[in-house]
């Protein structure tokens, strides 16, 4: 009931393609859900974050989508530069037995092609 | 400012050695989270404190690993005696406020146990 569901492993995009990321959970005790990149030999690092009274949040052209009855939510990345190339993780956080935790999704290892 | 500290950047040490890992959090941050990554695991949390109290301890796997946080700027995870299966890259995280949520990661220790 902590695990978070990432998919795809892996993605290989066009540049100025859609990139498209899933995950899901399944306790609804979460109630923040952030998306981190990790690029070769750094941490990750906190890239956008929702909370579940919205559906959707902007950043630039990173876009959260989340559905609350389905318990799944993705990050879209439009305009895929090769720069975006990095390992994206999702996430979920709340009080899980009593405790705060943030338990990571296993990962998505994104190409993006010049 | 300074992000998150990590020392050494990478370990290398033989089966049975003890090892320990060193973590400056970003200043005025008063939780501090230390995490396991490995491509069969993923990232995984092994223990969090909340102004230098440890509040979960529960993904600690065994024994032989320990941390200590003796004050709001210092903390160590310490593997002893190390084993072979414990090579990994470990980070230490911190974020503001006692919250899971926002956290910086630094750039971790690569560590290999031969």
């Known amino acids: 009931q902590q695990q978070v569901k990432q998919s795809p492993q892996s993605l290989i995009v066009q540049k100025g393609g859609i990139s498209i990321i899933n995950c899901a959970y399944e306790?609804?005790?979460?109630?923040?859900f952030p998306w981190y990149q990790q690029f070769p030999g750094k941490g990750p690092a906190l890239l956008i974050a929702?909370?579940?009274?919205?559906s959707e949040k902007k950043e630039g052209r990173f876009t959260i989508s989340f559905n609350k009855s389905a318990k799944q939510f993705s990050l879209h990345i439009m305009d895929s530069q090769p720069g975006d190339s990095a390992t994206y993780f999702c996430?979920?956080?709340?009080?899980?037995?009593?405790?705060?935790?943030?338990?990571f999704g296993q990962g998505t290892r994104l190409t993006i092609n010049p | 400012d300074a992000g998150v500290i990590q020392s050494p950047r990478h370990e290398v040490t033989e089966m049975g050695q003890e090892v320990t890992l060193r973590c400056k959090p970003i200043?005025?941050?008063?939780?501090l989270f230390w995490y396991r990554q490995t491509m069969m695991r993923g990232l995984e949390l092994l223990i969090y404190?909340?102004?230098?109290?440890?509040?979960?301890d529960s993904g600690m796997p065994e024994d032989r690993f320990s941390a200590k946080m003796p004050n709001a700027s210092f903390s160590t995870l310490k593997i002893q005696p190390s084993e072979p299966r414990d090579s990994a890259v470990y980070f230490c995280?911190?974020?503001?406020?006692?919250?899971?949520?926002?956290?910086?990661f630094g750039p971790g220790t690569r560590l290999t146990v031969t």
């Open positions: 995280a911190s974020s503001f406020s006692g919250s899971t949520r926002n956290q910086y």
């Open positions: 306790n609804t005790a979460f109630d923040y």
């Open positions: 929702i909370r579940p009274d919205v």
């Open positions: 996430a979920a956080s709340g009080l899980i037995q009593g405790a705060q935790k943030l338990v």
């Open positions: 200043s005025g941050h008063n939780s």
């Open positions: 404190f909340n102004n230098n109290v440890p509040i979960d």
